[in-house]
């Protein structure tokens, strides 16, 4: 079905984040849409509000204990010279974690009075106003001893914002002041913040210093402020920030990785840090809302489509690689992805503001996606552990953290979380529009007058969602409800990824019980009719189990297929498959079957089906029929450390066969002091090449110029007289090089002697390494290796004959 143009409402209605209010028109520019905040949205279902009770009783209080054990908050203390010490966490950017922390706890109190919670808030904001230096500046890493400042906040105040993060902190502490005094009324933190505000519009400009942040977000904060306080000057800060982008007149440019190499209005390719950018958009979005600049919506328009059609995760998530945390060139997806949590939730802030700027479905499309899978994957089901990086595979050596030492995924979980029920619906003039499918109810204030809509539905365990509409008066206004593309055989917008074999089940749409036909308008299918109290609203989505299938560009995934049914994307897990899953393959003819499994990860539904498990077997290749049994990719590692995949072979030669036991694989591995990933050295996979981030890797990074080594101790006594080693070597990405020198030691009782041979000891990068030698019996053999001087190094697999 096509998806035909709307006319955009031309009234424009004010919103401040989550808990701002749906207004009436409104005589300045803003976005055409307004959503409906979270006091005016109950969720009641099965799935979301299990999900937001645990981050309300278990996240919050989880992240806020570890931002006291790591120092967050005692940074503070010190330099509101309540405590006596130095600086005390990690990184300059950490006041930013407590501040983040702040505004999720907001949303937690404007939903539901927590007496506790509330005074937990008024004295942690005490000690941050206390922080505060007298002319507004905040910045624990400076104000607690500036002669001691690490190297990241510059020797002077403002003098490496490339690194230092002073404005990307004050950015989450604009938003977490509006957020506290939305929820309480109160002004204690907010004070706090239009004092620094002030300062920063008395630093930054056209006459005073012309240094935009190294990472994006006071310009997010700055709008939020302009909206509560009404102040031009905040809008006015937040579009210089943009604007000094690519500026050289104004400063020495940082690069792509800042999203610093050209205007922002002249961009058209995503590049450089994925949270970075997505902030940018976001800001941009604001900004173009309010001031009417159609320069900043098409530089969007271009840049959404090239994350869009060629740099998307099937789950949604952004950023290829984690060298710089960012994005690849075009169709570089693999699947060893970085995807980080911060990432996704960026990306769904960044869509939610282009739908209220456009009306158009498919912008909630690519929020939906990204928010039930990528950021989802971020939490635990428990609301205590995370993941930074979300990968669409594992070998096992990915398991979520309660902590990081750069936390900025899990204080940002809460905040974004809790603000989901704001995204739901939304206004322009006498159109309501339905975004998202959850159980509950919401009041709506529409032109006629309040307008209490409920939902019923099992949403996304199924495709039936009635919609009972009751405004407070009988009338006229507009009802539009989303049609996901998913339902329609488009999982994205785009041609990235597409549907193996479309679906033959159509979506229908009922009012008060009788079919009617769906006119789609950029997604939403439009209702214009009288309405009255009670009337339903039937829309039914078909939910088969459909196989995905990548643009043929996208050569991590060529030749396999994926699973989706409904908004989720499905993983196959080792718990499930005999502890491996990079063995199977799955036919595009093997049925497949949806199943409700109740003592499952909290209750999901499953797809299950027949797939074949390829083995190596006395030197043959042997393919096995085998249950198959996918979860939700949320879910994956809940049940232990082992294999995961989302793409699966769909022909022999892409499966990675179980190999056969070796020595080297029945060995016990150690290492010199420092070494990591010691089960990379022996799990047996198969290198694409020295920079293959797939595999798990040993390495010794940080540690460079020094003489380490390896060893294996082998289950008894052997003959061995070979050895071939894969080096790690991850050029233009991070440390690690192959190793100056390095030769093979045997154990004789208490001694390590070198090996017999005439072979040289090479170390060429993508391939083996093979060193031949006269034979010796032994309990155990080493490596020994000379690091780089400048660099350090790695392993990426270690046999031995």
Not at 10 to 22: D, F, T
Not at 68 to 74: F, Q, S, V, W
Not at 587 to 612: H, I, N
Request: aromatic share 10%.
């Amino acid at each position: 079905m096509m998806r035909r143009a709307i006319v955009v409402c031309a009234v424009a209605a004010a919103i401040s984040g989550a808990l701002g209010r749906a207004q009436g028109p409104a005589p300045a520019p803003d976005y055409p849409t307004a959503p409906v905040p979270i006091t005016s949205v109950t969720f009641a279902d099965a799935f979301w509000a299990p999900r937001l009770e645990t981050v309300r009783s278990v996240t919050i209080d989880a992240t806020f204990r570890q931002s006291e054990a790591t120092g967050r908050i005692k940074n503070f203390e010190i330099a509101a010279r309540e405590a006596a010490g130095e600086f005390c966490s990690r990184y300059a950017f950490d006041d930013s974690d407590v501040f983040k922390l702040i505004e999720g706890a907001s949303y937690a109190l404007a939903v539901r009075r927590d007496a506790a919670l509330d005074a937990y808030l008024d004295a942690l904001i005490a000690k941050i106003a206390k922080a505060q230096e007298p002319d507004g500046y905040l910045y624990t890493a400076r104000t607690i001893d500036p002669s001691k400042a690490m190297a990241m906040a510059g020797k002077e105040r403002w003098s490496n914002l490339e690194h230092s993060h002073e404005l990307y902190n004050l950015g989450h502490l604009y938003e977490a002041a509006v957020a506290h005094h939305q929820a309480t009324g109160k002004t204690t933190l907010l004070g706090v913040a239009t004092k620094s505000a002030d300062l920063i519009a008395k630093t930054f400009g056209p006459a005073g210093l012309r240094y935009p942040p190294g990472h994006q977000e006071i310009e997010i904060g700055l709008v939020k402020l302009h909206r509560l306080t009404k102040d031009p000057k905040y809008l006015s800060l937040a579009k210089f920030f943009l604007d000094e982008r690519g500026n050289p007149a104004g400063h020495t440019l940082y690069g792509e990785y800042s999203q610093d190499h050209k205007p922002v209005v002249d961009q058209d390719t995503a590049v450089g840090h994925s949270v970075r950018a997505a902030y940018m958009y976001s800001a941009m979005a604001d900004v173009a809302a309010l001031t009417n600049d159609h320069r900043y919506i098409a530089a969007l328009d271009r840049l959404w489509e090239d994350v869009v059609f060629r740099k998307l995760y099937l789950t949604g998530g952004i950023g290829a690689t984690g060298a710089w945390e960012g994005f690849g060139p075009a169709y570089d997806l693999p699947n060893s992805a970085y995807a980080e949590t911060c990432a996704s939730i960026a990306n769904a802030l960044w869509n939610f503001r282009m739908f209220l700027l456009k009306q158009d479905a498919r912008y909630i499309d690519v929020y939906e996606r990204a928010v039930y899978n990528a950021m989802l994957s971020g939490i635990s089901l428990e609301g205590d552990t995370f993941f930074y990086p979300n990968p669409l595979l594992s070998l096992g050596q990915h398991e979520r953290s309660p902590w990081f030492a750069c936390a900025c995924c899990p204080s940002n979980l809460p905040r974004f979380m809790l603000s989901i029920p704001s995204h739901a619906y939304a206004v322009a003039g006498d159109q309501l529009f339905v975004n998202l499918f959850v159980q509950g109810t919401a009041r709506v204030p529409m032109p006629g007058g309040a307008v209490a809509v409920e939902q019923q539905t099992r949403y996304p365990w199924d495709g039936d969602v009635r919609i009972r509409v009751s405004p407070a008066k009988a009338g006229p206004f507009g009802l539009r409800i989303r049609v996901p593309g998913w339902a329609l055989n488009h999982p994205v917008p785009g041609d990235l990824y597409r549907d193996l074999t479309p679906g033959r089940e159509t979506v229908t749409l009922k009012v008060n019980g009788l079919l009617v036909p769906i006119r789609l308008e950029r997604g939403f299918a439009v209702i214009a009719r009288d309405w009255a109290a009670g009337d339903t609203v039937d829309l039914h989505l078909p939910m088969p189990v459909r196989r995905v299938v990548s643009h043929p560009a996208v050569k991590a995934d060529d030749g396999r297929v994926a699973i989706e049914r409904g908004p989720l994307v499905y993983a196959a897990e080792f718990v499930d498959h005999g502890g491996r899953v990079t063995n199977l393959i799955l036919a595009d003819q093997s049925p497949l079957a949806a199943e409700w499994r109740p003592d499952l990860l909290k209750g999901v539904m499953t797809v299950t089906g027949r797939a074949s498990a390829v083995k190596a077997r006395h030197g043959a290749t042997v393919a096995e029929p085998v249950p198959l049994t996918l979860i939700p990719y949320y879910g994956w590692a809940h049940r232990g450390k082992g294999e995961m995949a989302v793409w699966l072979a769909r022909r022999p030669d892409l499966a990675r066969p179980a190999p056969e036991p070796t020595l080297a694989s029945a060995s016990k591995a150690s290492s010199s002091e420092g070494g990591k990933s010691l089960q990379g050295l022996n799990e047996q996979y198969e290198p694409s090449d020295s920079n293959d981030h797939t595999a798990i890797y040993f390495h010794w990074w940080p540690k460079k110029g020094s003489t380490e080594w390896v060893q294996y101790e082998f289950p008894a006594e052997s003959t061995v007289s070979e050895t071939s080693v894969y080096w790690f070597d991850d050029t233009g990405q991070g440390g690690c090089r192959v190793p100056r020198s390095w030769r093979v030691l045997y154990k004789r009782g208490d001694q390590w002697l070198p090996v017999d041979t005439r072979d040289a000891f090479t170390v060429a990068k993508d391939a083996y390494n093979t060193v031949r030698f006269a034979p010796v019996r032994t309990p155990a053999i080493r490596l020994e290796v000379v690091l780089p001087a400048d660099f350090s190094a790695g392993i990426q697999e270690w046999k031995v004959r």
